[in-house]
């Protein structure tokens, strides 16, 4: 029996209506960055389109051309962070205040994090919960030996302690204002690096303390910017902090 145009058209529309509830919209923010742009370019890889959320879209316009689109928001809040998250199914912070190191942090506002944490959590939908993945900084895991890796001056630079301290604040911050969406901080060892890694690997995920030796190890863009992804389409890991190291090749 042939359907008529009516039915066929609603056939069409039941199958494209399932297809947009499959493929999360997903929105970056720091999308310019390092990070923000390894995850963003990982998720346009699986066919995903991305919003970039940026401090300057002319800055990063080549970003276009990946299949990302842009706008312009501050990630300490705001209407336009507001409008950007308003349907955002997964949404990933990978955002810092400076594009190097700074010579000093006179005047840097350690609460940065924590506000990037409370401006998302007010704007992010929470039924059903968004999907909340935030890169964290190795400075923040805990050792083997109950140590912070940010309180070994051999480690870590006391002269960015006041970068550490900002993001140590993280954790607390998403566990007072985040509960109502499915969070997770993803953290690189010291030595996060240019590069692909190993192309066949899955990145290893560990919850808990972690040995000083896997805590300085190396890790590519790339293979964080997988296990953040993998934690955006299937995740198994929810609200805690885990470290991102590099697997075994497949």
Same mark, same amino acid.
Request: hydrophobic share 45%.
């Given at each position: 029996?042939?359907?008529?145009?009516?039915?066929?058209? &609603? !056939?069409?529309?039941?199958? !494209?209506?399932?297809?947009?509830?499959?493929?999360?919209?997903?929105?970056?923010? &720091?999308?310019? +960055?390092?990070?923000?742009?390894?995850?963003?370019?990982?998720?346009?890889?699986? =066919?995903?389109? @991305?919003? =970039?959320?940026?401090?300057?879209?002319?800055?990063?316009? &080549?970003?276009?051309?990946?299949?990302?689109?842009?706008?312009?928001?501050?990630?300490?809040?705001?209407?336009?962070?507001?409008?950007?998250?308003?349907?955002? *199914?997964?949404?990933? %912070?990978?955002? !810092?205040?400076?594009?190097?190191?700074?010579?000093?942090?006179?005047?840097?506002?350690?609460?940065?994090?924590?506000?990037?944490?409370?401006? @998302?959590?007010?704007?992010?939908?929470?039924?059903?919960?968004?999907?909340? /993945?935030?890169?964290?900084?190795?400075?923040?895991?805990?050792?083997?030996?109950? +140590?912070?890796?940010?309180?070994?001056?051999?480690?870590?630079?006391?002269?960015?302690?006041?970068?550490?301290?900002?993001?140590?604040?993280?954790?607390?911050?998403?566990?007072?204002?985040?509960?109502?969406?499915?969070?997770? %901080?993803?953290?690189?060892?010291? =030595? /996060?690096?240019?590069? *692909?890694?190993?192309?066949?690997?899955?990145?290893?995920?560990?919850? &808990?303390?972690?040995?000083?030796?896997?805590?300085?190890?190396?890790?590519?863009?790339?293979? /964080?910017?997988?296990? %953040? @992804?993998?934690?955006?389409?299937?995740?198994?890991?929810?609200? !805690?902090?885990?470290?991102?190291?590099?697997?075994?090749? =497949?």
């Amino acid at each position: 029996m042939e359907q008529t145009n009516m039915e066929q058209a &609603g !056939t069409e529309q039941a199958g !494209t209506d399932r297809a947009a509830a499959r493929t999360p919209r997903v929105a970056v923010l &720091g999308a310019g +960055g390092r990070a923000g742009r390894a995850v963003s370019a990982e998720f346009v890889r699986r =066919g995903h389109r @991305v919003l =970039g959320v940026v401090r300057d879209p002319d800055r990063h316009a &080549g970003l276009r051309a990946e299949g990302i689109d842009l706008v312009r928001a501050d990630a300490t809040g705001g209407p336009a962070l507001v409008d950007a998250l308003a349907g955002a *199914d997964v949404i990933v %912070v990978a955002v !810092t205040p400076f594009t190097a190191p700074p010579p000093t942090f006179d005047g840097f506002d350690e609460t940065y994090y924590e506000q990037v944490v409370r401006a @998302v959590a007010a704007a992010a939908r929470t039924s059903p919960p968004a999907r909340l /993945l935030t890169i964290g900084l190795f400075a923040t895991l805990t050792l083997a030996d109950g +140590g912070l890796v940010l309180d070994d001056a051999e480690l870590f630079p006391p002269a960015l302690l006041p970068f550490a301290r900002a993001h140590a604040r993280v954790l607390p911050a998403l566990r007072q204002h985040a509960d109502a969406l499915d969070w997770l %901080v993803l953290t690189p060892p010291a =030595g /996060l690096q240019l590069g *692909d890694g190993a192309a066949t690997a899955r990145p290893e995920l560990v919850t &808990g303390p972690v040995e000083r030796a896997r805590a300085t190890g190396a890790l590519s863009y790339a293979e /964080l910017a997988r296990a %953040v @992804v993998d934690q955006a389409l299937t995740p198994d890991l929810h609200r !805690t902090q885990v470290t991102v190291l590099t697997g075994q090749p =497949g």
